[in-house]
């Protein structure tokens, strides 16, 4: 008995490892464009990669078919989401704290419209699926979607530094 169960073990453990080594890398960039920082300093990108790969290993004995790398982005999504709702107080509000690098084409993004466009865009997900999974009508995704591309299009003009006054004595 012992013996089945280990070899069930190192079998588990042979195809998660298969599957880490296959689909990590694509995985963290898509966490990084999420978190929308710098691809050699994502630690944000990197937590929540961390949590979602271990609840796929939580849960690879359940999987029965279905595609782990599907399951996967699918919690990178939603912990995103939550992280965002509890960060910012809403996926759609502006940042009052902790801005995305300043260099990061995604900064003028709402953590809401980011993820849209990751699932969308880089992911490949079609309309329906990302709406099925953050609970919105497929319109709404379609319309924050092409709000994005837009934002990343034409972005918004960087204020100008005030100018000194100058003062007559």
Request: hydrophobic share 40%; aromatic share 6%.
């Amino acid at each position: 008995m012992r013996k089945r169960q280990a070899s069930r073990n190192a079998r588990r453990a042979r195809e998660f490892e298969a599957f880490v080594a296959g689909a990590a890398g694509r995985l963290l960039h898509a966490a990084t464009l999420l978190t929308a920082e710098p691809p050699n300093d994502n630690p944000r990108a990197r937590r929540l990669l961390t949590a979602a790969l271990a609840h796929t290993y939580a849960v690879w004995d359940r999987l029965h078919g279905e595609d782990p790398y599907d399951r996967t982005r699918q919690y990178l999504a939603v912990r995103f989401a939550r992280g965002a709702w509890h960060q910012y107080g809403g996926l759609g509000r502006p940042y009052p704290r902790g801005r995305p690098a300043p260099d990061s084409a995604l900064r003028h993004l709402t953590p809401q419209e980011r993820l849209i466009l990751v699932l969308r865009m880089y992911e490949g997900v079609a309309e329906e699926q990302a709406a099925a999974l953050l609970g919105l009508p497929t319109e709404r995704v379609r319309a924050i979607c092409a709000r994005a591309m837009a934002t990343l299009l034409h972005p918004p003009r960087e204020a100008a530094a005030p100018i000194a006054k100058v003062v007559p004595s």
